[in-house]
């Protein structure tokens, strides 16, 4: 069994919460949407035997307590969080020698944030694994994705978390969300903080253009008919890439650990050593 190591992290403004776990390579796997830590354990564990592995809690999200109202802009402080903890890790030991590189796996929401870390430093960040990115204005039909997502809040301030949850099913094709691991239900937080903001992103492809060669699109087999499937579809085709399909659909990495984590594992070894 996996020894789990857990902290907390002071940034500005929050305390996050995270566990790291297993040796080797530093891989960090960032979630999406309402979730934590919790929607990657069974993933985490899978991977421990080959990739020390850091899982935590974004801002606002279960055992990450903020100290104020939330900051903004959504994605720089999510991308420095991100970092001020592979930095911190670093710092305290926690990552073993020779882990300068982090290889980072980012779901959803997520996968915006991996993005991001990857534009801004990419002499740190080895490969990123951007799993369906909700990055809806990369889209021909942007403007009515912007229209939806709109809704899908007004629903929520008007009707409550039930309706508007019921509403945002339109995008995975009206199935409903499969039940994930969580340490606390985030569906207000999310529904409040970051629906909007995390589905207005739109990654700086000419900026990716430059480390194309790091990113790899990915997306479910279950899901490649949803439209929360088809911005990472043409994100591929901007920067060059091919699509890499993962067992199951946009939360396959929490319904299929142990498949996920072989095709997840695969794709790491992979990896070419960061440019000097």
Do not use: K
């Not at 776990?21 to 354990?41: C, H, K, Y």
């Not at 929401?109 to 204005?137: F, K, S, Y």
């Not at 430059?210 to 990113?215: E, I, L």
């Amino acid at each position: 069994m996996n020894t789990v190591e857990s902290g907390t992290l002071a940034v500005p403004g929050a305390r996050l919460y995270f566990e790291v776990r297993g040796t080797g390579p530093l891989l960090l796997l960032i979630p999406g949407g309402a979730s934590d830590a919790e929607v990657f354990r069974d993933l985490a564990d899978e991977l421990a035997p080959c990739h020390r592995v850091v899982t935590y809690d974004p801002r606002g999200i279960s055992r990450s307590t903020l100290n104020g109202p939330p900051a903004e802009p959504w994605l720089g402080t999510q991308a420095d969080d991100a970092a001020r903890l592979l930095a911190h890790l670093t710092r305290a030991g926690e990552a073993t020698a020779g882990e300068a590189t982090v290889r980072v796996f980012g779901s959803c929401a997520g996968g915006l944030i991996a993005l991001e870390l990857l534009v801004r430093d990419p002499q740190r960040v080895r490969l990123v694994v951007v799993h369906e990115p909700p990055a809806m204005g990369l889209l021909p039909d942007a403007a009515r994705h912007a229209v939806f997502f709109e809704e899908v809040y007004a629903t929520f301030r008007r009707e409550g978390v039930p309706a508007a949850l019921d509403r945002l099913r339109v995008i995975f094709s009206g199935r409903p969300s499969p039940p994930l691991p969580e340490a606390a239900d985030n569906s207000v937080y999310f529904l409040s903080h970051v629906l909007l903001p995390s589905t207005r992103c739109v990654p700086d492809v000419t900026a990716l253009a430059v480390v194309a060669d790091r990113v790899v699109p990915a997306g479910g087999e279950g899901s490649r008919t949803h439209d929360v499937h088809r911005p990472v579809t043409v994100l591929a085709q901007q920067l060059g890439r091919e699509v890499t399909e993962f067992p199951g659909g946009h939360a396959g990495y929490a319904t299929q650990p142990a498949p996920f984590a072989a095709q997840l594992a695969a794709v790491l070894a992979g990896a070419q050593p960061a440019l000097g």
